[in-house]
């Protein structure tokens, strides 16, 4: 087979490559050049050193007992409590990491290009990420330079940002799903190719390696791609994705066996058994949803347009909308019953991440006509300014700076056993305030912080968010907040880096405007 043939067909409809391309390197460079000074901290760091040992050794072997992180296998090994995808994809980053950690140079120096080269990965996944949304808009029939706003706005105007940047499995979770989501729908609307089924199915595999849960998705998709076919092409459907994705549910369940003695055994069964599904459904609902601190509406604000979209996306595509809405609401209820639906000490409802894509979409098909469509327009504006401006102030202030201040029970203070099992319950309790509490939300904080970076000030106890509640005073009272951005941290090793990277990424953006320009906005026609 022509393998430039097939890349050609399997790229959106009406989607040029030097379009894909532009677009892929702008976000990238945007990306690195914003991407953190900090190591991984938390879940991030038990993938890295994962990763780092896979770059090193070849083994997903710890060589020692992380209490509260690792299992101890059937083998003897000491083995990461997640699914090996979150620590494959950092592999790369953490050889060259490596690399750079044994060459003489200024220790200033060693560290900026250290964290440089731990930013690879996250960074192209991330830009690669943004890439599969703006070609599913395209499937819908978006034109190009509309795709391309909502595309920026996708990755810069919602939370993703915070983990396109961070060492967390999510970014790569979202990766695969959006690349499942893009050839699923592909399928549906643009001829019903094989391969369209063969590379959902691949990327729904990924998915379940880095993330059990995703399974829950497979039924659904199965449907979707099925529905109201003839029963030869459903054989044909459901044997090209399942055999797509046996691969990676086959080293999902060989990683789970030499952890836990069982294949169908994940984080979730045993090992996890004292947290468990204890939330009320309510509780969870809520605090996913509208709650100040981890409520999807404040950390995607953007997808409150879609609300202007939806009817125009519904009348055109039911029957995506019925898919979408499945495959949110299915996810939703499972994590709102999950012990730490919030996602403990991270930036907004990470576990909601997925959902992000499919409730953008609906945007792009909002019309604003009329005066009143004027004033939603500037409405929409607005909201899109003010998400921006949310998400640069976690992008700026590295997270766990925010829970160290903020006065509550860390989870690194919960008891566990030799095994890592919490010795009592890990209630939602433990972040209330932070989760509930609109003076304590991770927004106002990070608001808070961001402001003592910018002046250098260290009194953290003159101006903290929660003081008129006369409750309790920052764990931290004086320390000086540093902005977690490379080229801040390292400034004076990393200006000539800076500026080079950014006369490419201006160049880029630049480029992708003449080609945008060139080749037009015409609207793509789904099935085209």
């Not at 992180?69 to 620590?87: C, E, I, L, Q």
């Not at 379940?208 to 995703?214: A, I, M």
Request: net charge positive; hydrophobic share 50%; charged share 15%.
């Amino acid at each position: 087979m022509n393998l430039s043939i097939l890349f050609r067909s399997s790229i959106s409809p009406g989607l040029k490559p030097s379009i894909g391309l532009s677009l892929f390197l702008a976000l990238f460079l945007l990306l690195y050049i914003t991407s953190q000074a900090e190591p991984p901290v938390n879940d991030g760091a038990v993938l890295y050193r994962q990763a780092e040992n896979l770059a090193v050794s070849g083994s997903f072997d710890f060589g020692y007992h992380a209490i509260g992180y690792s299992v101890k296998g059937t083998d003897g090994r000491h083995y990461g409590k997640f699914n090996p995808g979150g620590a494959i994809v950092h592999v790369p980053g953490a050889f060259l990491s490596r690399v750079v950690e044994v060459l003489e140079m200024d220790a200033q120096a060693k560290e900026l290009h250290m964290a440089l080269m731990r930013n690879i990965m996250p960074s192209i996944l991330g830009a690669l990420t943004a890439l599969f949304f703006f070609m599913t808009l395209r499937l819908f029939g978006t034109g190009s330079k509309k795709a391309i706003f909502w595309t920026f706005v996708y990755l810069f105007g919602t939370f993703f940002w915070n983990y396109a940047r961070d060492f967390y499995s999510e970014v790569l979770q979202v990766f695969a799903f959006n690349g499942a989501l893009y050839f699923a729908v592909k399928y549906n609307t643009g001829g019903k190719r094989i391969y369209s089924l063969i590379f959902s199915g691949i990327f729904a595999g990924i998915a379940v390696l880095t993330k059990t849960t995703f399974i829950l998705f497979f039924p659904i998709f199965l449907v979707y791609l099925a529905w109201r076919k003839p029963v030869a092409e459903i054989l044909k459907i459901s044997a090209a994705f399942a055999l797509a994705s046996l691969p990676f549910l086959s080293l999902t369940g060989y990683y789970n066996y030499i952890r836990f003695g069982e294949i169908f055994t994940s984080q979730y069964g045993e090992y996890l058994i004292p947290l468990g599904f204890h939330t009320p459904l309510f509780t969870g609902l809520y605090g996913l949803l509208v709650s100040t601190g981890r409520g999807f509406i404040w950390y995607a604000m953007p997808a409150v347009i879609s609300l202007f979209g939806l009817r125009n996306f519904i009348r055109e595509n039911r029957r995506e909308f019925v898919f979408f809405s499945a495959l949110s609401i299915i996810w939703l209820l499972f994590h709102a019953k999950w012990s730490v639906w919030h996602g403990a000490e991270t930036w907004g409802p990470r576990f909601l991440l997925p959902c992000v894509s499919l409730a953008l979409i609906p945007a792009s098909a909002a019309r604003f006509e009329g005066l009143g469509g004027r004033i939603a327009a500037i409405a929409a504006a607005v909201l899109i300014a003010v998400s921006f401006a949310v998400q640069a102030s976690s992008a700026m202030i590295h997270y766990p700076d925010f829970y160290r201040v903020v006065p509550y029970k860390p989870y690194s203070s919960i008891p566990l056993d030799t095994e890592g099992r919490p010795l009592e319950p890990v209630e939602t309790d433990n972040l209330y305030m932070v989760n509930f509490v609109p003076e304590f939300s991770p927004i106002a904080g990070h608001l808070y912080l961001l402001k003592h970076a910018v002046t250098g000030d260290p009194d953290l106890v003159s101006d903290y968010p929660w003081k008129r509640l006369n409750l309790m005073e920052p764990r931290v009272k004086q320390e000086k907040i540093s902005i977690n951005l490379w080229f801040v941290r390292f400034r004076d090793e990393a200006m000539p880096i800076f500026v080079i990277l950014m006369i490419i990424g201006i160049l880029s953006v630049l480029n992708l405007v003449y080609i945008c320009k060139r080749f037009g906005t015409g609207r793509s026609q789904p099935g085209a």
